[in-house]
């Protein structure tokens, strides 16, 4: 069974920054997807960027566009998310998320949860204005 783990998350002020983790117990193919979700609350969980560990192509939700950068460690089995300009609607539950046979799928399935298989159990971040 995959399993994978965030950190990274904590409160920060607007304009602030944080980088997230996701380390991936699972075999690193070349096929497989990764991304980044949120979740604030009451709200639906909301794609927000997606690398496909083979070719290290990467695609954003325009919320995050110029802000936020996904980027891999495959000698650590490691995602990140860096995020700048934190703003407090950035507020939420930040889930990684993984799936094998990305080339399977279309760009807009690929920032989708139910695309996913395999999920963390996510880490919190806060945004004061």
């Known amino acids: 069974q995959a399993q994978l783990m965030e950190s990274g998350g904590g409160s920060v002020q607007a304009g602030g920054s944080l980088r997230l983790s996701c380390v991936a117990s699972i075999t690193w193919y070349s096929s497989n997807c990764m991304a980044w979700f949120r979740q604030a609350d009451g709200k639906g969980r909301e794609g927000l960027a997606v690398?496909?560990?083979?070719?290290?192509?990467?695609d954003y939700a325009d919320s995050v566009k110029g802000r936020f950068t996904i980027s891999q460690d495959n000698t650590r089995n490691t995602m990140y998310l860096q995020m700048n300009s934190l703003k407090p609607e950035d507020t939420a539950m930040y889930y990684c998320a993984a799936v094998t046979g990305c080339s399977m799928f279309t760009d807009l399935q690929r920032l989708q949860p139910i695309t996913y298989a395999y999920w963390g159990r996510g880490t919190q971040v806060t945004v004061g204005s």
């Open positions: 690398i496909r560990t083979g070719t290290g192509a990467t």
